[in-house]
């Protein structure tokens, strides 16, 4: 017996047809920590673009970089002070200009993040605010206290990173930053705000950049009243509705957005959009809206075949109703990385990252197990329709560093806790090339400075060098993954699921089927089956052993 659901992503349009995103493999750059190139420990362009040759080798479709725009970096470049130039840092505009015709040269797209909810205090608008210019506090939201003397905020509202939402100036007027202090949040119901922001979207599709990751998108716009939220309990950031997420006005902005879009030929948009459910999800993806947007309860889902059956069926259906593809995300720069994720105990629900991180100190991870369990989510994530979406690192089996010494963590989230939560700084740290010890040749032989944030010792055997030309690595199997996805996995056949115990998950798309484990036995495969590819030793006999997946093929289809 068998169930089939269709996804949006396959569409009984001929394949050759379909825009380039519908099934791209996206590879997350988070350049601060991908390579440096001139010695100063901070990742940059030039270190980016002398790796454009292993990105294409790779198998990658895209790019998506981190913002790379000019910022003091409260918030690792979140905190944006000008949207349309680089981060001195980083490089210049035009060598900017000059990565993106070398990935296009390659055969790989370029998409930006782009970050509407808020600027940068140091942004031109913000200082003219502070400075009371006429009509400047407009464009940000900017309120009398409440109490004696408004001395208390104008709501209760919470910062993402802890503490209050709102900052007091010395004049009395308190702004609103749903992040730092340092990110104040702009106001969506001004017409300049949207203006600027369109024409922002054109300057770099002019330059050539095929789309843009967009930060924080149910963000943007308000309740207008500004009410109260009440009590946020643990956990429930995701699930309950709040007045300053996934408001309804927001879509207006994205259809405009979209209009621009339009005016380009192949241009695509990606929502992080962090909202209660997929039908909420739907509504950014309507066809006069958004391309696509990530499906985070992917990554969030733990390693219980039931759970992630849930969520995948879930995904497709929703995506299907609005006419978009599903869009597979197991890591990124905000979350624990998936092989630390899968080092522990599963639990029964969705997984929270601050759920997750606050358990580390009371369970010790098993990364033998977590790797064994990442390396069968690639062929799972793979062989689903749709985009696929790689952080850097998880190509090469990384953990997060979980023991970084309190006075190198640099995330906003360690300080707004009050130092109890030790944030995403984990996830971030500078990849490893070569050699045998930091920094690994993430920066060149004679760098004048270490990594901005240091590398563990025991990094050695996981570098590209080592992991090059090693059938067993897991370089090697994203590669063998990459390149055999789009001779399988590409084609507008829908999923349907096959009858298996409930934690394995297996499911064909046509003459192929993906089988993945996540039990604790082995598990009987089906019978005339050709294997093609393994996540790990053991597939043999006709016998599936836990924390493996394997892709098969009917006979009549390798004809």
């Known amino acids: 017996m068998s169930q089939s659901v269709q996804s949006a992503a396959n569409s009984p349009t001929a394949r050759e047809a379909e825009p380039w995103w519908k099934t791209a493999v996206v590879y997350q750059v988070y350049i601060r920590s991908f390579a440096d190139g001139n010695g100063d420990g901070i990742g940059d362009l030039t270190g980016l673009r002398s790796k454009l040759p292993y990105l294409a080798e790779l198998g990658i479709d895209a790019v998506w970089i981190n913002p790379w725009y000019p910022s003091p970096m409260a918030d690792a470049g979140y905190d944006v002070a000008d949207f349309r130039n680089i981060e001195p840092s980083y490089g210049t505009l035009e060598q900017g200009e000059a990565f993106i015709i070398e990935a296009h040269e390659l055969g790989i797209r370029v998409i930006l993040d782009i970050v509407p909810n808020h600027t940068s205090s140091d942004h031109r608008w913000f200082q003219a605010a502070l400075r009371d210019e006429p009509g400047a506090r407009d464009r ?54 949207r203006a600027e922001f369109e024409d922002i979207l054109r300057f770099w599709f002019d330059k050539g950049v095929d789309g843009f990751r967009i930060d924080v998108a149910h963000g943007l716009t308000k309740d207008p009243a500004l009410p109260d939220a009440g009590e946020r309990l643990p956990g429930s950031q995701h699930t309950d509705p709040h007045p300053a997420w996934d408001q309804d006005a927001v879509h207006e902005v994205y259809r405009g957005w979209r209009a621009v879009a339009n005016e380009y030929a192949d241009r695509v948009f990606v929502a992080e959009a962090w909202v209660a459910n997929n039908d909420r999800l739907a509504r950014y993806l309507r066809p006069d809206e958004l391309h696509t947007a990530f499906q985070f309860d992917f990554l969030r889902a733990p390693w219980r075949g039931n759970s992630i059956r849930a969520v995948i069926d879930d995904a497709l259906s929703q995506a299907g109703t609005v006419g978009a593809p599903a869009t597979w995300v197991l890591s990124n720069h905000d979350v624990p990385r998936t092989v630390t994720r899968y080092s522990r105990s599963q639990p029964d629900h969705l997984v929270e990252t601050d759920w997750e991180r606050s358990r580390w100190a009371g369970e010790q991870p098993d990364r ?23 952080y850097q690192g998880e190509e090469l089996g990384l953990e997060e560093v979980e023991d970084l010494p309190g006075e190198v963590r640099q995330d906003p989230t360690w300080f707004q806790s009050g130092f109890t939560d030790v944030g995403r700084d984990g996830c971030r740290v500078p990849i490893p090339w070569s050699n045998d010890e930091a920094p690994y040749g993430f920066s060149p032989p004679d760098a004048e400075k270490d990594t901005w944030l240091p590398q563990p010792g025991h990094w050695a055997p996981h570098t590209v060098q080592a992991q090059h030309g090693d059938p067993g690595s897991f370089l090697t199997l994203y590669r063998q993954v990459l390149a055999l996805r789009r001779q399988l996995w590409t084609t507008d056949e829908p999923v349907e699921w096959l009858e298996t115990p409930h934690d394995v998950l297996a499911f064909a798309r046509g003459g192929v089927q993906c089988w993945v484990n996540t039990g604790a036995t082995d598990t009987e495969l089906p019978a005339g089956m050709r294997r093609v590819l393994a996540s790990g030793p053991g597939v043999t006999g006709g016998v599936l052993p836990a924390d493996t997946a394997v892709w098969l093929t009917e006979p009549e289809h390798d004809r």
């Open 140 to 193: 940000y939201i900017f309120r009398p206290g409440r109490g004696p003397g408004g001395d208390q905020p104008p709501n209760d509202w919470q910062s993402a990173f802890g503490g209050p939402a709102w900052s007091r100036l010395d004049t009395g007027e308190w702004y609103l930053h749903l992040f730092a202090p340092a990110q104040p949040d702009l106001n969506w119901e001004h017409p300049g705000v």
């Open 368 to 390: 033998a197990l977590g790797r064994r369990r990442a390396r069968a989510a690639a062929l799972l994530q793979a062989a689903l329709p749709g985009t696929a979406y790689i």
